[in-house]
């Protein structure tokens, strides 16, 4: 199969509600949106990358640039296939969103003409996976309560409340007092903590959270070991996992209990898979993190989740927790879990009228 060109979407989605993280808020999800057009039919891929270098280095209008330099041009003459993909587009350094967006078009694209589900495909377990919801910093503690108690009221099987010096202890305490010992609690950092703040880290400890997610900056794996023998509460890496190279590093170091994966920091869902095998050879359970995904990421990550490690309930939320109408068909919560597609490739497709009407900017690169 060959690759004819790509048509790159750049649409904006409308978030139901502001969502503010230690690096900033977010109004609109800005995304990149791939569409692999070959002979045998065409596939969707998603980019992840936000509209600034804030929580990695990518930046939607760079992973468009590099797709349209490089990527693209990489792939012409290349007989696309689940193992050719990947090699063509690792010869260039890093820009792990932007591969990771084409090689999920390329397989939606493979795996459709071969009838193959993409959960089939990276080896699923399960038809269900089970859903957590990540909650950003909020004004108030009476409006984090009420954010979380409506997610809890959908049947969210567990909470991750974004936190920031100033907005952890607090919060998580009035999330334990409000609504018990039972929720499953987590907390994420993004990168906003030092080793200073070790404290801070160990006041958590009493609340019984499953994790504490990337509490330092991304390169400090020493700085996570370090942590992990002052707090009692696992620690969960999602920044610093850039590989399953680094992934074992970081295990074997003592700085990730836990691991977040999420296929467009690692630059694909093949590579997830390794950080999944990775992790489950040494023991250490993974769940699936997200970007504010369209439903069209969505499908993608849900498929990854149902692979065996994934033990945790991801952040892979319905729909209806990001956008008002998404591109696809919603994601519907069914008693806490989202169902695995079935359709062969990603199993989902963008609606074409919602599409043009989200559309800000199309254009097509020549294969
Ligand atoms: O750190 O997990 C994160 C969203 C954007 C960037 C980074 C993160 C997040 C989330 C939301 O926590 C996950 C989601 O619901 O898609
Ligand atoms: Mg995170």
Known sequence: MRLDGVELYRIAMPLVSPFRTSFGVQTTRDVLLVRAVTGEGDGWGECVAMS??????????????????????????????????????????G??????AVEMAVLDVVLRARGVPLAAHLGAVRT???????????????????????????????IKLKIEPGWDVEPVRAVRERFGDDVALQVDANTAYTLADVATMVALDPFDLLLIEQPLPEDDLLGHAELAKQVDTPICLDES?????????????????????????????????EVHDACASRGIPVWCGGMLETGLGRAANVALAAMPNFTLP??????????????????????????????PGIGVRPHPDVLAELTEDKRWIPG
């Open 241 to 273: 996992i850039t590989s399953a190279n680094v992934a074992r590093a970081a295990i074997e170091l003592g700085a990730a209990q836990i691991v977040n994966i999420k296929a467009g920091r690692v630059g694909g869902y093949l590579s997830a898979v």
């Open 95 to 100: 820009h792990s969103m932007a591969k990771a």
């Open 128 to 158: 269900t996976v089970d859903c957590g919801v990540s909650v950003g910093v909020m004004d108030t503690v009476p409006e984090l309560l009420d954010a979380v108690g409506g997610y809890l009221d959908e049947g969210y099987k567990r």
């Open 52 to 93: 600034a270098p804030l929580y990695s280095a990518e930046y939607v209008d760079a992973a468009a640039d590099v797709i349209i330099r490089f990527l693209v041009p990489a792939l012409a003459g290349v007989d696309l296939d689940v193992t050719t993909v990947r090699p063509a587009l690792d010869r260039f350094k």
């Open 314 to 343: 991801g952040d892979t939320s319905a729909s209806r927790r990001y956008f008002a109408r998404d591109v696809t068909e919603p994601f519907e919560l069914v008693n806490g879990t989202l169902a695995v597609p079935t359709e």
